[in-house]
Each structure stands twice: as structure tokens, then as C-alpha cells.
């Protein structure tokens, strides 16, 4: 069973860097509107895919140097990491269906 795990610049090494499964990171803030639409997609994903892929949120206001070391201009910004290098950016809302599609050749 899958969940959503908030993480901060000391835990993303080892959180994300350095895990067996491919990690997609959810770059949001709670002001963000499409963010918080996302949100229950990204709860859904989680369940679904459970030991396949791990998903983790990095609050941009909270953690701002990850934001910066990334490059992440605009939220929601997702970027999935797999043995530790990012393989692929998507920015802005998905539906679910549309996520799986783009996530599918990594898992």
C-alpha cells in the first residue's frame, strides 16, 4: 500500500536519491490551486502502484533549496527520479490516466 510522504533537503537523499523503486516528487504549496487538485490523483497513484513507485511532496515554501537545485519554476512540478537521476519533468496538473501513461516506461 502506497502513501504520499512529505520530505525536506536532509531526508531527499536518501528518500529519493538512493531508493531501489523509481520516486516521483511532487513539488507543491498549500496556496496552490491546481496543487491541491492534484493532490487526490497523486493519493490514487500511490494505492495503485504501491511497491512499483514511491511519491513524496517537497513544499516549495517550507524547502526552498530543492525547488532551486531542480530548477522548478512553476508548481505543481513533478519529477521522477529513477537510480537517482530525474528521467522525466511534468509541470502543471494531470488526470491519473494521463500520469499513468507518462510514468508507465519507468516503472
Known amino acids: 500500500m ?3 510522504l512529505a520530505i525536506d533537503g536532509q ?7 538512493q531508493s531501489s523503486v523509481p520516486v516521483l516528487v511532487d513539488f507543491w504549496a498549500e496556496w496552490c490551486a491546481p496543487c491541491r487538485k492534484l493532490h487526490p490523483t497523486l493519493e490514487a497513484l500511490a494505492e495503485e502502484l504501491g511497491d512499483k513507485l514511491k511519491i513524496v511532496k517537497v ?3 517550507a524547502v526552498q533549496d530543492l525547488p532551486a ?3 522548478v519554476m512553476n508548481i505543481p512540478t513533478l ?3 529513477k537510480d537517482g537521476q530525474e528521467v ?3 509541470i502543471g496538473n494531470r488526470s491519473k490516466k ?3 501513461k ?5 516503472l
Open 102 to 106: 507518462d510514468l508507465q516506461p519507468y
Open 59 to 61: 513544499d516549495v515554501q
Open 11 to 17: 531526508t531527499f537523499g536518501t528518500v529519493v536519491l
Open 2 to 4: 502506497g502513501q504520499l
Open 79 to 81: 519529477i521522477l527520479f
Open 69 to 71: 537545485q531542480f530548477g
Open 98 to 100: 494521463r500520469l499513468l
Open 88 to 90: 522525466k519533468r511534468i
